[in-house]
């Protein structure tokens, strides 16, 4: 094979691969089709939620008088009747999150519900944990050896141990500075387990490989018998529990999340899709998080001393559910996203580019690549490009060229079409021949 013609496929695929990823990147940034998740919170002094909106550039332009004025750089404010907020007020009906911008405006100490909060007790109140999509079902790289720190309570710092552990039916400890097994600490570990009442063999780990935590909660690990146990290190020695699960619920999933304080280590999703918060005394408490999906919702939940809050999102909407502490009915909210709905721009977007390829899709940390289509807008799309390069290919090369350089102008849009360039303009010219054999004469083809 000739160099040109090696450099005209490199050209070639080049040419795909900017087109399929970067050229819709750019006209999404052209368009101003910048689409950004909304946020919403629960506000214990309003008793509702408050959202936080990114509208596009067009939205913005197109938002009434009295509302114009309240948008900052394409953030919006509301709460859950859709009336537009304030920033300032958006703030100050979020004491637990905006602690700091209520001691800066001075008003502090504030009175929730007859209780009065300074700037440390409504720090301390405030709990958010989270789940995304790519924590769960193998969406994030797993390295097989995971570290049990040493959870010493008169050592201030975490400190990563020389050994790491595996599963392999029971668990399996090596020395890494030795790269050798160490015996003693696994069967040290694997008879703590069994006197628990663990069944081998170990079937899934959940914990975090980090220092940068206020204390380490250890592993969750799930037994043969679906048990959910939590494995700790304290002083070298092995220190096992047993997490008690509602009747009839499985692990799904452990989100380990240790947060300030050791009120809580994170939140288990059930077999049932229920979502539990895990607190520090190993208790579950169901939060209200119906209808989430973990393969596509991001989940929050913000837990406040006045009740648990449960949001869930994608790109299209959000949903939130509140519950209080001493009980009463539930209070919900839903809106959609307003950057995910489909606009002019987005239209125009999928005329131009029918097919996009998304290399690292927000569901999974690894690179997955994925194609989208636009539906009915990416028809229409691709049946132009197809068009309009079959035509341009009919011209350079006649009929017999007009098949391939069709699905490219399909496939690709406008990109397809600058694909043509780096291709032959007629049908008896292979590309990978830099000496092309000359072509019979095709009636009607006007060669240029």
């Given at each position: 094979?000739?160099?040109?013609a ?11 691969l ?5 050229l819709p ?16 919170l ?9 959202f ?9 332009a197109?938002?009434p ?5 309240l ?27 905006y ?15 007859g ?7 409504l ?8 789940i ?6 193998g ?9 049990l ?7 201030v ?11 392999a ?10 790269n050798?097994?160490?015996?003693a600490?696994t ?21 975090r ?13 799930t ?13 070298d020695?092995?220190?096992?529990a ?8 499985g692990?799904?999933?452990?989100q ?7 009120a809580?280590?994170?939140?288990m999703?059930g077999?049932s ?5 895990l607190g520090?005394?190993l208790?579950l ?12 919702h ?13 949001i869930?999102?994608d790109?299209?909407?959000i949903?939130a559910?509140?519950r209080?502490?001493?009980?009463g ?6 809106r ?9 721009g ?16 927000e ?25 309009v390069a079959g035509?341009?290919?009919?011209r ?16 690709g849009?406008?990109?397809?079409l ?8 007629r049908p ?8 092309p054999?000359?072509?019979p004469a ?7």
């Amino acid at each position: 094979m000739h160099a040109a013609a090696l450099g005209r496929i490199a050209l070639a695929l080049a040419t795909c691969l900017v087109a399929a990823v970067w050229l819709p990147l750019g006209l999404d940034a052209l368009l101003g089709l910048r689409s950004v998740r909304s946020i919403a919170l629960f506000s214990p002094v309003a008793g509702q939620f408050v959202f936080r909106e990114y509208l596009t550039p067009r939205q913005e332009a197109a938002l009434p008088a009295a509302e114009a004025g309240l948008a900052e750089h394409g953030l919006l404010h509301r709460d859950a009747s859709g009336n537009a907020l304030s920033r300032t007020d958006f703030e100050n009906a979020l004491p637990f999150q905006y602690a700091e911008s209520l001691r800066v405006r001075g008003l502090l100490p504030v009175t929730i519900q007859g209780r009065a909060f300074d700037a440390e007790a409504l720090r301390q109140g405030r709990l958010i944990l989270g789940i995304r999509p790519a924590d769960v079902a193998g969406g994030r790289p797993d390295p097989g050896l995971h570290a049990l720190l040493d959870s010493r309570p008169d050592r201030v710092t975490l400190v990563f141990p020389e050994d790491r552990f595996r599963l392999a039916g029971r668990l399996e400890f090596v020395n890494a500075d030795h790269n050798a097994p160490d015996p003693a600490l696994t069967e040290a570990v694997n008879a703590a387990l069994a006197a628990a009442g663990f069944v081998f063999p170990a079937t899934a780990a959940y914990g975090r490989d980090t220092l940068l935590k206020p204390f380490d909660a250890g592993w969750f690990l799930t037994d043969a018998a679906g048990g959910l146990y939590q494995l700790r290190r304290v002083r070298d020695l092995p220190q096992v529990a047993r997490v008690s699960l509602p009747p009839g619920e499985g692990v799904a999933h452990v989100q380990v999340q240790e947060a300030a304080g050791g009120a809580a280590l994170g939140l288990m999703v059930g077999t049932s899709g229920t979502v539990y918060r895990l607190g520090g005394d190993l208790g579950l408490r169901a939060l209200p998080c119906r209808g989430y999906d973990p393969a596509r919702h991001w989940l929050k939940a913000v837990i406040d001393p006045f009740g648990d809050a449960c949001i869930v999102d994608d790109a299209a909407a959000i949903a939130a559910a509140y519950r209080p502490a001493g009980g009463g009915p539930e209070i919900r909210a839903a809106r959609a996203v307003p950057s995910g709905e489909p606009g002019p721009g987005t239209m125009v977007s999928w005329l131009l580019c029918p097919l996009r390829l998304t290399l690292t899709p927000e569901t999974s940390d690894f690179v997955a690549p994925t194609l989208a289509v636009g539906g009915l807008w990416s028809a229409l799309g691709a049946g132009l490009w197809a068009a309009v390069a079959g035509a341009y290919a009919w011209r350079k090369g006649g009929a017999a060229a007009v098949p391939l350089a069709a699905a490219c102008g399909a496939a690709g849009g406008l990109g397809g079409l600058v694909m043509l360039f780096w291709t032959p303009h007629r049908p008896c010219a292979s590309p990978l021949d830099d000496n092309p054999v000359a072509c019979p004469a095709v009636a009607g083809a006007p060669n240029g």
